[in-house]
T-cell receptor, first 113, second 118 residues
Framework: AQSVTQLDSQVPVFEEAPVELRCNYS??????LFWYVQYPNQGLQLLLK??????LVKGINGFEAEFNKSQTSFHLRKPSVHISDTAEYFC???????????FGTGTSLTVIP | EADIYQTPRYLVIGTGKKITLECSQT?????MYWYQQDPGMELHLIHY???????EKGDLSSESTVSRIRTEHFPLTLESARPSHTSQYLC?????????????????FGPGTRLTVL
């Protein structure tokens, strides 16, 4: 089975500062990687995904993530956060031969004015 | 507008009651999922479906059951609710190509049902 580790459960950051949310996964085979965002009282919404090709992927709302196969990581970054980025962020992985997504425990991002 | 809906959004119920959580999507997706989400924990897949008349159990064992009689509808039922069932339940859907091909299309999530069993 897969496992996904989000090392930081809570990340406070000041408005307009950069942020990085970390995600590591365990797998011996190729995987596809995703970041989802969950705003209060809402469902999860896809931010970005890595399927193949360039290891740097850009998503919505100015977020980007870099796939690092050797470190089995897929960290999410944004150069300048806004108050509206306050939400829960989930990393997810699926094996390229699998049929089930595995999610991390989530990182709560709080942007401080 | 294509979307995925869950009702009720919040439910407080007593032990032993039978409940059904509704999930409907208007995107024509074949694959649908139910996840259980607790604070500080990863989402756990409890059920999924490849299409009409298909239901499968996920990694997390659950006392709930599901049915898929129509493409757009994937209800989850608890025959006798217990306090241990208190959780948030998220429904999702995605496109699917075939049983033997990879399913890595984006999942679209509903807003969730927060269930409290007293």
């Amino acid at each position: 089975a897969q496992s996904v580790t989000q090392l930081d459960s809570q990340v406070p950051v000041f408005e307009e500062a950069p942020v990085e949310l970390r995600c590591n996964y365990s797998s011996s085979v190729s995987v596809y990687l995703f970041w989802y965002v969950q705003y209060p009282n809402q469902g999860l919404q896809l931010l970005l995904k890595y399927l193949s090709g360039s290891t740097l992927v850009k998503g919505i709302n100015g977020f980007e993530a870099e796939f690092n196969k050797s470190q089995t990581s897929f960290h999410l970054r944004k150069p300048s956060v806004h108050i509206s980025d306050t939400a829960e962020y989930f990393c997810a992985v699926i094996q390229n031969t699998g049929n089930q997504f595995y999610f991390g425990t989530g990182t709560s991002l709080t942007v401080i004015p | 507008e294509a979307d995925i809906y869950q009702t009720p959004r919040y439910l407080v119920i007593g032990t032993g009651k039978k409940i059904t959580l509704e999930c409907s999507q208007t995107m024509g997706h074949d694959k649908m999922y139910w996840y259980q989400q607790d604070p500080g924990m990863e989402l756990h897949l409890i059920h999924y479906s490849y299409g009409v008349n298909s239901t499968e159990k996920g990694d997390l064992s659950s006392e709930s059951t599901v049915s898929r009689i129509r493409t757009e509808h994937f209800p989850l039922t608890l025959e006798s609710a217990r306090p241990s069932h208190t959780s948030q339940y998220l429904c999702a859907s995605s496109e699917y190509t075939s049983l033997w091909e990879n399913s890595y299309n984006e999942q679209f999530f509903g807003p969730g049902t927060r269930l409290t069993v007293l």
